[in-house]
């Protein structure tokens, strides 16, 4: 989650919580509006990232799924990189806020075409081959930071940054992981064609019926079972049309 934020030179350390396996990025020091486009010829971590990605493609297991590093979404990297700030950013300074979003997308898009090359198609996953396994030539985005926006700031500075994204992927689209409250964008991923697929955990899954009522008949709804959003109440609700219920 934390990769793109080492590419454009935030320091990411692992979190100091014992047991807790995870990373956190330190927030950048500079204003919003001043995120210079990285020299990737200088970057340690993509260098790193294409020595890993090129000897796993040279791996004889044809059925092996390749992941690369999550590349997550512009909006997730631009939060990891300034915190709250870049959402005071958002509101009081739109045009260093989109200035910043447009390189955070730009090195995306950069490190997502190189992956497609580098990476056999029939074996490249973006993400959780587990849990959110697509089929070939579909992305996914991570969608965790949009529960902090209103509809209308997502619509206007999000969305069409999210439809580039996905649009990287052969088959022109793909899904958008959630797992907060994020129900005020269903109008707006309902109207985005790029957005094929749309995956719910925690928070997102006990809100299925607003998302299976409110999205198109061909986007496809992976949901990860809690408490609440049984099984049984999955099913109760989709009959079993356009959902994936995973089980991790």
């Given amino acids: 989650m934390h990769f793109v934020d080492a590419v454009l030179g935030a320091k990411v350390v692992p979190t100091s919580q014992e047991g807790a396996g995870g990373w956190w990025t330190e927030c950048l020091t500079s204003p919003v509006g001043t995120l210079p486009l990285p020299d990737l010829q200088r970057s340690a971590p993509w260098q790193q990232a294409q020595s890993l990605a090129r000897a796993m493609a040279a791996t004889q297991a044809e059925a092996v799924f390749l992941a690369p590093q999550v590349l ?16 005071v950013a958002l509101a009081l300074e739109p045009e260093a806020a989109q200035r910043d979003l447009r390189v955070i997308t730009d090195t995306i898009q950069t490190l997502t075409h190189w992956f497609l090359q580098a990476i056999p198609p029939l074996r490249y996953q973006p993400v959780c081959v587990g849990g959110r396994c697509q089929p070939r030539g579909f992305g996914q985005i991570c969608g965790c930071t949009t529960q902090l926006l209103s509809a209308g700031q997502y619509r206007a500075f999000i969305a069409p940054l999210d439809c580039e994204t996905l649009s990287c992927y052969p088959r022109g689209g793909g899904m958008i992981h959630l797992c907060g409250s994020h129900g005020q964008h269903i109008p707006a991923w309902r109207e985005m064609p790029a957005v094929r697929a749309i995956q719910l955990n925690d928070r997102a899954a006990d809100e299925l019926e607003l998302y299976y009522r409110g999205l198109r008949e061909d986007q496809v709804i992976y949901v990860n079972p809690t408490s609440y959003m049984t099984v049984e109440r999955i099913m109760a609700i989709t009959r079993g049309h356009r959902v994936v219920i995973v089980s991790d």
């Fill in 72 to 87: 997550a979404s512009p909006l997730n990297i631009a939060v990891n990189l300034y915190g709250e700030e870049f959402l």
